[in-house]
Structure formats: structure tokens, C-alpha cells
């Protein structure tokens, strides 16, 4: 046989593959293509996709390592044809594999998954590695077997969405190539319209800062392990900067349009060597699809951070501390507040300005941590909320936004929706009961005295309303976590990273007199064995095993809310390198590994506490507030 030959065959008999697995939307594509180039016709951009036939659905699956693959399911399909099909159309491996959907592990039903859904492939073993290649595909077909458009939206979306993605298809078409973003940690590129008009931001989830395909050096993890926020996992910021569009009802906050889409192009970025050959980057660009955050582009003439703050509208100051307090923005800096200038005022003072929040992927995190409210040092927090914003405040309903996200956002974990539901019965008891924007912040923010971390007034109440929980009579000490694993933290993820809940001095005996009680030393080092023997001796905080801290004072794999603890930290030693770069954050009070009995006795438990706590924060409302050291992602 000669060479010839025997390459044409190997190229060929995957391709025969995927076309009996993919169906034949392959062959119309070929065969179109065909037409296309006989007639010599220009390329135009495919319209908005129809709904699927009864019974078919299309997802979206990405491995650990970024690849996409966009596929037809039929009723009969089942996870293990999903696996199959990926490892046909990539190379990939999935032995050993689950099929993942948010907080879900799919098995043989897929029916729970919708139309347009974003599925992960993730590895079973705890020793996750971050070295998987980013294989490239088994032959030149490749780009034949996933028949959808060049931008594709995962899920519904607005008008103003369809006819940006609709723009940047004809950009694409037009051979106006995307300009690569150097700001930031992550991966972002400008994509153009075919006038060459900057039109919208796209973020690739597998390039955010720790992920594999990260362009500017921040690497080490694998889709759906911590990463800048320890509650907020590699690949998820693309989500929930949906979330905080989906949830500025009436463009309030004025966040700009945006969506998750499967968006293909050869400007994106791949780090691992290709079938074990020389680095990505050392060939020419390859097309890869990714699946992205899709933000409409504003122009603007600044930021926050390079604008003095006295010419911001108070109106617009409100409106965005209102939406940072909703969905608890770990993240709110000057540089992710656009500032345009309005009535053609010229220099950066004294100007009419408009406000713009961008940049929502580390909001929403699954456990309360420390947020970073910048406007909480800005004049215009001080202020009391209008009667108009007191309005939109009053009419905030938190369990119908839950359940909007959830039909919206299925891939959106439980935990994320209990922080939403949270912060918003917190921000509608705090404003009706007269605090402004700045006394709200504070009552969020963590306190730093020395090398020591306190928790918010607001965790002080969670982790009172979670005793109370705990020690409510229906419930035993002992918690089932068969069900909790579904939508928490599993220690093999966190590996080293465990929760800290300081002392027993964190459990309120009571709210009468001074309601912040003090607390224990924090250890800042792993190693300092004298602080964990002297934590060792202190009493159980209560009998559940799921709050007994005490027993443990550093963050490691032994520290567990879970009574089936071990001795695997120093398995996953790897896995700490990449967050050492950060300021840590912990944990004080969890809320992911409550069922929904417990949850719902524990609202109505933060409900009648908060009362007495909104009251002492009244009373000391005349006092200075005090500096916060902030852990901004900004750096």
C-alpha cells in the first residue's frame, strides 16, 4: 500500500465515524460548502438557529482542558454516547471520566439536561492533573462535524444579544480578526462588526486566570477546581456574568447586554502541546471552539480608577452598590466601573458622567468570603437611597430570581443560588430599615486588626442562625451527606483548601449585649504545630460535626464539615502552588451542605436575627467608618 493511500485512509475512516455518529447535518454542510464554492458566492452569516425537532436537544461539552465539542442528542442518548462521541471527535480519553452538569453528575438519563446546555467532562480521581493535552482532532473533518454556526448562544437571550452575535458572525465572515486584550489576568479579546466597529468583549472560560489554556501565565488548574476566589471555580466566571446581566431587571445598574456562547475562531489561545508534539503556539493558528462569556463592548472615556469619583451620579453609585450587594461581588473595583462622559464635557473633572459595571465572573460565590465594595469609601454611598431605589429595593423578589437562574443558568450551583437569596433579604431588611448604601457594605465587609481576619456582622448572624439550625430538634448530629456532595465544595477539589471556622468563641450565646464576640487568634502558616496543639484542647462547639472546628486551627484536609475526614493533604501539595499568589480568603459559615429542610428553618433564623443586628448597626451608624484592607483581583 502506498503512503498516499494509507493517509487518505486514516483521515477517512474517522471521518466516516463521526458522520455516522453526528448524522448528516456533516454531509449538508459539505455538500453546501460544495454549492457555495462552485458559484463563487461570498460567505453570509447563518441566521438565528430554529428550535430542535421534539425529542433532540444540542449541548455544548467541554473537557478539563478546554476542548468543545457541540452536539445533537436524540432521546436515546445517554451519557456513555456523549463520551463516545468525544473521544471519536478528539482524541480525548474517557476512561475514568463523569459527565457533569453544574452541580450534577450525569449518568445513563440525560434527561435533566436542556437545549443549548454547557455539559463537563471531568476525571473521577481526586489527583486531578492539569496536563491533559488539548489533543487536536483525528482528522481534517474535524471542522465537519460540529454543524453549528461560527457563534452559537447557550440558552435564550435578549434581541440585543442575537444581533450582536449576528454582527460579529458577519465580522468574522468579513476577515476582520479579533484584537487580544493585554489588561487583566484572563484571557478577553475585542471582536469586531464587519465595519471593523469594536461590538462585544468575549472571554473564553478554559483561558481565565488558573485555567489550562490561561495566554498570560497563570495556569495550574483544571476546569472546576478553585481559582482566584477559592468559591468561585475555574470556567464559571462566563455564567455568572450572564447572572448579573439576567438579574439588573430593567438595565437598572445599566450592566451591558450579555451571554454564554460556543464561539469558534483561530485568534484563541491553546497552551498544550498538540498530540504530543511541539507547543501550540509554535504552529500556525489553529480553529478551536470555546465557550465563552459574550459581553456587549461600551465606549467609554476612562474608568473609576483613573476618575475623580465627586462627579458620579449619586443615582449611579446606588444602583450598582445595589446590585454588588444582591449577588455579593467579591470584586468591585474602580477598573470594572466604565465612566463615559455625557452633554460633551471635556478633562475628568467636573464633567456629567455615566456609569457602566462590567466584569461580574467573581460574584455569586458559593460561600460567603470577604466582598470588595470600592464605592464603600465614596461620598455618594453615605447618602441615603431615593424613594425610587427604596421602591426597586421593596420589590426585589429573591426566590423568583432563584428560580429565573435556574431556567435561565441550569448549570448554576445550589450554593450560588442560597448567597443570591441571601444578600437580597439582607439588602430589603437593611434598606427598609433605614441604613444606607456605605452602612450595608460595612456590614458585609470583613474586619483585618493585625494579621488577624474577622468575620462580617452578616456571617456573625449566618453562623448564629446555623446554630440554631443545628440545634433544632428534627435534625441529627450527624448530617448525610450523599445528598450535600451534590452542590458543595467535595474535599478532593479543595484539597488543602478547607474551610476555616475559627474558634467556639464564633458561636454567639446570645445577641444581647455586644453582638460581635471576640474571637481566637487566626494562624496564618501551616506550619506552626504550637497553635494547632493549643487549638487541640479546646471544647466541641456543639455536637455536629459539620460546625466541630476546634479540634483543627489550620486550613488543611482535616479541618472537613464532614465526619468522614482524612489524611490526604499532602496529596494534594500540587494543587496549593497556583493560590499562594493570593490573598486567602476562609470560610466562616457554609451554607452549600444544608438540605432544603434545614435551608428553609435557617432563612426564617436569619430573618428574626438580622433585626437585632440591623438595630446595634444603626446605634453605632455616627461613629467614622473604619478602612477596609480589600482583596480586589486587580493587581
Avoid at 455564567?239 to 448579573?244: C, I, K, P, T
Avoid at 453582638?515 to 481566637?520: E, M
Avoid at 464532614?562 to 497556583?578: D, E, G, L, V
Avoid at 444544608?594 to 430573618?607: N, T
Wanted: aromatic letters at 6%; proline letters at 6%; charged letters at 25%.
Amino acid at each position: 500500500m502506498s503512503p498516499n493511500l494509507e493517509g487518505t485512509l486514516k483521515s477517512q475512516v474517522p471521518a466516516l465515524l463521526l458522520r455516522r455518529l453526528f448524522g448528516a447535518g456533516a454531509r449538508r454542510d459539505e455538500a453546501a460548502a460544495a454549492r457555495q464554492h462552485h458559484h463563487h458566492q461570498a460567505p453570509r452569516p447563518s441566521p438565528s438557529p430554529s428550535p430542535p425537532p421534539a425529542g433532540r436537544r444540542r449541548v455544548f461539552v467541554q473537557t478539563e482542558s478546554g476542548c468543545v465539542l457541540g452536539m445533537d442528542l436524540d432521546r436515546g442518548d445517554n451519557a456513555h454516547t456523549v463520551k463516545r462521541r468525544l473521544q471519536l471527535a478528539l482524541n480525548v480519553p474517557t476512561g475514568g471520566t463523569s459527565l457533569t452538569f453544574g452541580d450534577r453528575v450525569l449518568e445513563n438519563d440525560l434527561s435533566s439536561v436542556r437545549h443549548d446546555s454547557p455539559l463537563l467532562l471531568t476525571r473521577n480521581s481526586i489527583h486531578r492533573s492539569c496536563s491533559t493535552p488539548c489533543l487536536c482532532p483525528v482528522s481534517e473533518d474535524f471542522e465537519q462535524k460540529d454543524c453549528g454556526g461560527l457563534v452559537e448562544i447557550l440558552g435564550s437571550s435578549s434581541g440585543s444579544v442575537r444581533r450582536l452575535v449576528d454582527d460579529v458572525a458577519a465580522g468574522i465572515m468579513g476577515g476582520l480578526d479579533p484584537v487580544p486584550i493585554d489588561s487583566g489576568l484572563g484571557g478577553s479579546y475585542y471582536f469586531r462588526n464587519d465595519e471593523g466597529d469594536r461590538v462585544a468583549i468575549v472571554k473564553p472560560t478554559d483561558e481565565e486566570p488558573f485555567a489550562p489554556n490561561n495566554p498570560k501565565g497563570f495556569t495550574g488548574r483544571a476546569l472546576g477546581q478553585p481559582g482566584l476566589k477559592k468559591s468561585v471555580r475555574v470556567g464559571e466566571t462566563g455564567f455568572r456574568e450572564v447572572a448579573a446581566y439576567l438579574l439588573d431587571h430593567e438595565n437598572f445598574a445599566n450592566v451591558p447586554a450579555t451571554a454564554l456562547v460556543k464561539i469558534t475562531h483561530s485568534v484563541f489561545n491553546i497552551n498544550r502541546p498538540m498530540n504530543g508534539g511541539t507547543p501550540a503556539h509554535d504552529h500556525k493558528p489553529q480553529v478551536t471552539s470555546k465557550i465563552a462569556s459574550f459581553q456587549q463592548f461600551i465606549a467609554h472615556d476612562f474608568d473609576a480608577s483613573d476618575h475623580g469619583t465627586s462627579s458620579f451620579p449619586v443615582a449611579a453609585v446606588h444602583r450598582i452598590g445595589i446590585l454588588d450587594i444582591r449577588i455579593f461581588n467579591t470584586d468591585r473595583h474602580g477598573g470594572n466601573v466604565l465612566v463615559r462622559k455625557l452633554d460633551g464635557g471635556t478633562g475628568r473633572f467636573g464633567c456629567q458622567t455615566e456609569l457602566f459595571p462590567i466584569d461580574h465572573g467573581l460574584c455569586l460565590p458559593e460561600n460567603l468570603e470577604d466582598p470588595y465594595f470600592e464605592w464603600i469609601h465614596w461620598a455618594q454611598a453615605s447618602i441615603p437611597f431615593s424613594e425610587e431605589e427604596l421602591e426597586y429595593i421593596s420589590k426585589l423578589d429573591p426566590m423568583r430570581d432563584a428560580a429565573m437562574l435556574r431556567g435561565e443558568l441550569p448549570m448554576i450551583r445550589e450554593a450560588c443560588l442560597r448567597v443570591l437569596i441571601l444578600c437580597t433579604i439582607f439588602l430589603k431588611e437593611a434598606a427598609a430599615f433605614g441604613l444606607c448604601l456605605a452602612e450595608i457594605g460595612e456590614m458585609m465587609t470583613r474586619e483585618f486588626r493585625g494579621m488577624e481576619e474577622e468575620p462580617s456582622k452578616l456571617e456573625v448572624v449566618c453562623m448564629e442562625a446555623r446554630r440554631k439550625v443545628d440545634e433544632w430538634e428534627p435534625f441529627s448530629p450527624s448530617v448525610e451527606q450523599g445528598e450535600d456532595m451534590d452542590f458543595q465544595f467535595s474535599m478532593d477539589v479543595l484539597g488543602g483548601y478547607s474551610d476555616v471556622i475559627r474558634s467556639p468563641r464564633f458561636i454567639c450565646s446570645g445577641l444581647k449585649g455586644s453582638f460581635r464576640n471576640p474571637l481566637t487568634k487566626l494562624v496564618e502558616s501551616m506550619n506552626e504545630d504550637g497553635d494547632d496543639e493549643e487549638d487541640r484542647k479546646e471544647p466541641s462547639m456543639h455536637s455536629s460535626d459539620r460546625f466541630s472546628s476546634a479540634e483543627f486551627s489550620t486550613p488543611s484536609l482535616h479541618r472537613t464539615t464532614s465526619s468522614k475526614t482524612s489524611s490526604n493533604s499532602s496529596m494534594h501539595a500540587p494543587n496549593r502552588s497556583a493560590d499562594e499568589q493570593l490573598p486567602s480568603s476562609l470560610c466562616f459559615v457554609r451554607l452549600s451542605d444544608m438540605s432544603a429542610e434545614e435551608w428553609h428553618v435557617f432563612v426564617e433564623k436569619f430573618q428574626e436575627l438580622l433585626k437585632e443586628a440591623l438595630e446595634e448597626c444603626k446605634a453605632a451608624a455616627g461613629q467614622r467608618m473604619k478602612q477596609r484592607l480589600g482583596t480586589s483581583c486587580k493587581f
